[in-house]
């Protein structure tokens, strides 16, 4: 059980375009899901805690208007990358908090800005 | 802010070697902790967990963490490593110890030789 998916779990686009991708809780309610982002090498970096029926919460120095967030149900958050560039490439990926407090992760998003 | 330091980037064991791992917090309160693994292209799998009680703490394929709070410290153990141990280790904290988004360490690459 706590299962955690992610669509597409990789995405190339061309600069100045918008990229949706989708976390859901398989077998689980969530209603907050949590946007990291990890670049090669490095750790995760949370960006936003995306809450079900209501605005994310951004950490300092992620730009909202640029990762829209939007938690639609309690089995579904996605992250809108809006016009993005290639320094918008990373693997992006998300968290939902499961049975027994622990975070469940999903397997990543690829984005490659060409 | 919670943060949190691995000391190792890079560790290269034998099998059969003993492996610790460092980690270390920053915020002295009630604090959770907890280890993730992530193996090659897959996702964050959860290691272990430390919320409170019995401060070593076992969890899955063999691996154990202590727990000590002179120290600020959460080290990862595991007397006898595989090859199928080769993965990147992160340590996290909640940042606060609230809510379930994590701050999560640098990360170290453990590379087990055959």
């Known amino acids: 059980g706590a299962v955690v998916s992610q669509h597409p779990s990789r995405v190339i686009c061309k600069s100045g375009t918008s990229v949706k991708i989708e976390c859901r809780s398989l077998d689980f309610q969530a209603t907050t899901m949590f946007w990291y982002r990890q670049f090669p090498k490095k750790s995760l970096m949370l960006m936003a805690t995306?809450?079900?029926?209501?605005?994310?919460?951004?950490e300092q120095g992620v730009e909202k208007d640029k990762f829209l967030i939007n938690h639609a149900s309690l089995t579904l958050s996605t992250l809108t990358v809006t016009s993005a560039h290639p320094e918008d490439s990373s693997f992006y990926i998300c968290?939902?908090?499961?049975?027994?407090?622990?975070?469940?992760f999903g397997p990543g998003t690829r984005l490659t800005v060409l | 802010a919670q943060s949190v330091s691995q000391h190792n980037h890079h560790v290269i064991l034998s099998e059969a070697a003993s492996l610790e791992l460092g980690c270390n917090y920053s915020y002295g309160g009630t604090v959770n902790l907890f280890w993730y693994v992530q193996y090659p292209g897959q996702h964050l799998q959860l290691l272990l967990k430390?919320?409170?009680?019995?401060?070593l703490v076992k969890g899955i394929k063999g691996f154990e963490a202590e727990f000590i709070k002179s120290k600020f410290s959460f080290n990862l153990r595991k007397p006898s490593v595989q090859w199928s141990d080769t993965a990147e280790y992160f340590c996290?904290?909640?940042?606060?110890?609230?809510?379930?988004?994590?701050?999560f360490g640098q990360g170290t690459e453990l590379s087990v030789k055959p």
């Open positions: 995306s809450n079900e029926g209501s605005k994310a919460t951004y």
């Open positions: 996290a904290v909640p940042p606060y110890n609230q809510g379930g988004k994590l701050i």
């Open positions: 968290s939902a908090e499961g049975p027994t407090d622990t975070q469940y």
């Open positions: 430390y919320f409170s009680g019995d401060p």
